[in-house]
């Protein structure tokens, strides 16, 4: 299971650095992504990265504004968040892939979710 930390409190424009660390299982072999959900919205993909190749992908609404990275020596991912937008108000989630593969994965299809961290953007 993941356990995510980071989150808080932040004024439009400002940054937070998430951190997902893992327990149970090593982080290495899978593709690992963070999600999201604010009130009364479905949950949604913000950011994946693969295991083997570190490729990454993006979520539109947050390209050029968030980094997502790993370090798979203290089993940890790491969503670097700049540029904050009220929108970008949610809980934030991490889960992993069954693969080392972001790619095509049913958001159904992730497993070991974390149990959140607030993320609010206001003035």
């Known amino acids: 299971q993941f356990v995510e930390s980071g989150g808080g409190l932040v004024q439009p424009g400002g940054s937070l650095r998430l951190s997902c660390i893992a327990s149970?299982?090593?982080?290495?072999?899978?593709?690992i992504a963070w999600f999201r959900q604010a009130p009364e919205l479905e949950r949604e993909g913000v950011a994946c990265i693969n295991s083997i190749d570190g490729r990454t992908h993006y979520f539109d609404s947050v390209k050029d504004r968030f980094t997502i990275s790993r370090d798979d020596t203290k089993n940890t991912v790491y969503l670097q968040m700049n540029s904050l937008k009220p929108e970008d108000t949610a809980e934030y989630y991490c889960?992993?892939?069954?693969?080392?593969?972001?790619?095509?994965?049913?958001?159904?299809?992730?497993?070991?979710w974390g149990h959140g961290t607030q993320v609010t953007v206001s003035s």
């Open positions: 889960a992993r892939a069954g693969d080392s593969t972001c790619e095509n994965v049913p958001q159904n299809d992730f497993e070991s």
């Open positions: 149970g299982f090593t982080t290495g072999r899978y593709a």
